[in-house]
């Protein structure tokens, strides 16, 4: 059976993920976003609960009030109203860097058990199968960020043991690893899927599940999961969105459904 | 300079003794700017950034010329590499990323890599910054803390003695023995190309809006030439001195071109054209006989970029995006 983008309930899981990402974004956070699913979901805390979000991207924009949709970090309509329209150094140095981001959104094609992105290339090196776009600024975001954000759909392919590449480095090989690199300690990754939303165990640094899309049980996050996945103590069922959540996400950020219509049909079977 | 065989090829110049950089008008047109500055084999430092002020008309030069063997050096490269590749210009790309966003992966890119005919030297964004601001700086390398515990960094340490450090190098930082930081080297490019919004005939060059990667690339680079919409005087320049972004030591040659950025944006003048960078796409998903047909309509078979613009915008599609982007700014 395969359901239609918009649930019969009246929201899309793509709909979910980014409000259920925005949900991670606190305000005051200094965010560092590239443009899509992420800007939707930092745009969307701004507009409900948390009014403080600064947004940073990374083609040099500082503090914009972004207009509804920009396509790239390129586009006017993510400078919009910016403090300032900077340098790569500006933001990538002078604030990433140097210590004054909270939050950065991250993506790729693999993330692994330890939090490990790949936005390189899909088999090892010697063995490419597929190039990848490359690092851009991810590498920079998750050697530099505290907290990453990932949103992703659930499959077993991007779920693997270990990533054919790490680009942007999570926990690497586990507990002190990130230490014993030179990377700061303080950092955690929370992944908006789909099925779930997966967080590092703080003393394993493995990915785990916190919560639950609703209606997916444990064995569906597993069945999609290419390492073993354990469930946080008190996981719990993502709640649904509102139908104020609703209206400002399809109203006032994608009116016209610049991302969200991209929702591909998700098989039942996989719940 | 630590560089590698593809950064010091048969076109690397000295930093010093510009005597260009010193002539006082540098207006040239772009035929003229590409044929003088840019040879076979050159490292190109490459302006721009997605669908931002890349700088078409100047990389539409240099397909027209059909100079090869080029080291493609930025941070974000985009439509304008793409297309240099598809026309089988590009041998090394020294870069953060490639792609377009929303518009999909630099198709040509991707099989040249996948296909073995192109090599990478993968870096994150910073990375390659740091690169460029150790070459702006005049000093040999730079540190920086990202790419640790990546696969960005070089598999098997390169750091023996006498043996070169390859593209990055781990060391512990003198000034607090057991803390890692990775040590990049100076990128001087043999020539860059950029758009910018304005400049004079001395080569004063104005950048509004995001600036990129540009101004440390532009600093590091032997030669540079600046394509811009608008050409102003001297006197304007020295009227608002702040607002100089590049100071004319830095540039080479100056080229006025309107719409030169077309089909990506520039901040104030106008927004980027989707149906053009779409059809681009088109075609370098295609695969090679498209990308040919593409370059050879749009390009090869135009005698300058206004003969392009006019066959593939025309003034009606140019004011709508100079409206889309007085719109927004």
Redesign the interface.
Known sequence: MVESAARSDGYSHQELMVIEAARHVRDGDVVFV???LPLLATTFAQRTHAPNVVCVI????IAPRV?PTP???????V??QAVR?????DV??CL??RGLIDLGFLGGAQIDRYGNINS?QIGV?GA?Q???????????M???CPRLLVITRHERRRFPERCD?????GF?DGPG??RR???KDEFAVTVVTDLAVLENDPVTCALRVAQLMPGVTLDGVRAETGFPIEAAPQAREVAPPTPTDLRVLRQELDPAR?YLKEEEPVSGSRR | MPATPAESGPASLPMTAQPATRSTDKLMTAQEAVARYVRPGSVLGMG??????CPMALTHEIIRQRIGGLTVAG??LSIAMDQLVGAGLVSRCI?????????G??FC??RA??EGTLQ?D??????M??RF?AGEMGVPFMP?????????LP?VPESSPGARAGKAL?VDNPWAPG???VLVPALEPDVSIVHVQRADRMGNLVI?????????MIRASRRVIASCEELVSTDEIRAHPEQTSIPFLHVSAVVVQRFGAYP??V?RYY??D?AQVSAYQAAARAGAPAVAEYLNERVWGCAGFDDHLARTAGPDTLEGLRQA?QA??
């Open positions: 590239g443009t899509g990374e083609s040099g924009v207009r396509i790239s970090v390129s586009d006017p309509k400078m919009y329209l900077g340098s790569l150094r990538l140095g990433l860097q390189t090196p490419m597929r190039r990848l776009p490359g690092s851009g600024g991810g590498n920079d998750a050697s530099h590449f790490i680009t942007s480095p690497l690893a990130r690199a030179g990377l610049v | 721009g950034q997605n669908i931002g002020r941070c974000n870069c953060g990323s490639g792609n377009l966003e929303r518009f992966t630099t890119w991707r890599i996948e990478v993968d870096y994150s964004h910073l990375a910054v740091t601001l920086t803390r990202s790419l640790l515990g990546s696969d960005l598999r781990v803390e890692p930081v509004e809006g995001f600036s990129t990667h540009e101004p440390e990506t944006s901040h927004d980027y989707a982007m927004i700014v």
